[in-house]
């Protein structure tokens, strides 16, 4: 008989996935546990692994933006993510998007093949659950994770468990829209040139929607719970009670989307991006909120060629759950409670669906190499994948919170100061990029990149 898996992961969204597939390319076997279908979330819709709830981006795929520089060090390990996304890729300006769909369905064949993945779906409750005759378990259940394990993890874990507010933004049918009111083109020109599907507005159009934004019914909050957003996604109505200019500079911004019934950019716009590769649907980028469905649908019919909209999704807000992870984690994502024990994706304080990605990746590395009986070693921290190490693991005297992939958490030290900030920023994606190279040979030798 074949050995017992030495590793369980809890949790088939996209860490994961991404730590199961690191270690079944390396000839481990691993035990990955999903709950979906046993048991549903308030968001995801399907059984699929690596299911995409709140948008189909991946955001920018320009290496010269960091988290376009996350996905060339992800493709330099080979990650299982990027090569199904890739396959499944929509039109997006530079941003790399896809079809949900055809993408969860194409990482949960990949994952079915390999014969080194054991796929259970049940429902874990607890730590001691996630360790059934010991070995290593990492907990990857995401933002949603389920009201028994969240339990659990806030009794081990103490006071420094943390959560905050995440939203999905509403998606509509395109047999619906009005396109005479409407007008094709990507910001500043970029990727297909026409790749959005844009709405503009005038001053006095702008302002009467943002007044019914501001006055529509939100969902409340239950009594024992608090409004802790995540900076990086808002509720588009949180955002308007900022003032009046805050959706023209955020979700809403004009700017490089030339009206080509005026030749002008219009004084405010709503974009639309494709969410499936037969263009039948479309997500409204930005448009996060917590307003009542019904609301919902009054407020934004209002918007020129919306007027018929029928909505496949409404947005919603949900619970992300996090954990404290300077409190908790070291630098390889592992407890230091428990060296047994390691946690990966959102539920580590990185935000995102590739950097949840790439905390699975890096955890299912460093797994391959205990087993291995070697020393793991973290990626640096001059590196994309680094940072966010170093993001979830480093002491800090302000709150920590969620954090997207930022050039900002890098360690610039070994990179020298250039006048030119253009020449700078090539010279940390290079120098970023031969890390881990060479962080990838050093750490896991002839089988990175197979």
């Excluded at 909050?221 to 808002?234: I, P, Q, R, T």
């Excluded at 979830?392 to 958490?409: K, M, Y």
């Amino acid at each position: 008989m074949p050995e017992a898996p030495r590793v369980t992961i809890v949790g088939g969204g996209f860490a994961g996935v991404e730590c199961a597939w690191q270690l079944a390319r390396r000839g481990h076997r691993v035990r990955l546990v999903e709950m979906r279908p046993v048991r549903k979330t308030e968001a995801h819709t399907t059984d699929r692994l690596a299911e995409m709830v709140c948008s189909n981006s991946f955001r920018s795929d320009n290496p010269q933006n960091a988290v376009g520089l996350l996905k060339r060090e992800m493709e330099i390990v080979g990650s299982v993510i990027l090569e199904e996304a890739r396959r499944a890729a929509v039109p997006a300006g530079d941003a790399l998007a896809v079809d949900r769909g055809i993408f969860a369905e194409g990482v949960t064949r990949r994952i079915a093949e390999r014969p080194e993945i054991d796929l259970v779906r049940a429902e874990i409750g607890s730590l001691r659950q996630a360790r059934p005759g010991g070995g290593f378990a990492v907990v990857a259940t995401g933002p949603l994770t389920s009201e028994a394990l969240a339990s659990s993890l806030k009794e081990a874990l103490g006071e420094s468990y943390l959560y905050f507010y995440d939203a999905v933004a509403p998606v509509v049918e395109a047999s619906s829209l009005d396109l005479t009111r409407l007008f094709a083109a990507s910001r500043w020109g970029k990727g297909g040139g026409e790749d959005y599907l844009n709405i503009p507005l005038s001053k006095a159009e702008y302002e009467a929607f943002v007044r019914e934004l501001l006055a529509g019914e939100k969902v409340p909050f239950h009594d024992f719970e608090k409004a802790v957003y995540f900076e990086g996604c808002l509720p588009v109505e949180a955002m308007a009670e900022r003032g009046i200019e805050t959706l023209r500079h955020g979700p809403m911004k004009p700017f490089g989307l030339n009206d080509p019934k005026t030749g002008r950019e219009p004084y405010a716009v709503v974009q639309l991006r494709q969410d499936d590769l037969a263009r039948e649907h479309w997500n409204l980028v930005g448009f996060q909120t917590k307003l009542k469905q019904g609301e919902q649908r009054r407020i934004l019919r209002t918007l020129p060629g919306l007027a018929e909209a029928v909505f496949v999704r409404y947005g919603q807000l949900h619970r992300n759950t996090y954990i404290n992870g300077p409190a908790h984690l070291d630098p390889l994502f592992r407890w230091k409670k428990d060296p047994l024990i390691f946690f990966a994706g959102q539920l580590t304080g990185v935000e995102g669906y590739l950097e949840s990605a790439a905390t699975g990746l890096m955890v299912g590395a460093t797994l391959a190499q205990l087993l291995e009986g070697r020393e793991p070693l973290p990626p640096p921290f001059a590196t994309a994948l680094g940072s966010l190490a170093r993001h979830v693991s480093a002491p800090r005297e302000s709150d920590f919170t969620p954090a997207n992939v930022t050039f900002g958490l890098m360690d610039e030290a070994d990179v020298p100061k250039l006048r030119d900030k253009g020449a700078r920023r090539e010279l940390l994606v290079r120098t970023a990029l031969e890390k881990v190279r060479a962080w990838a040979e050093a750490a896991l030798g002839a089988s990175a990149g197979r």
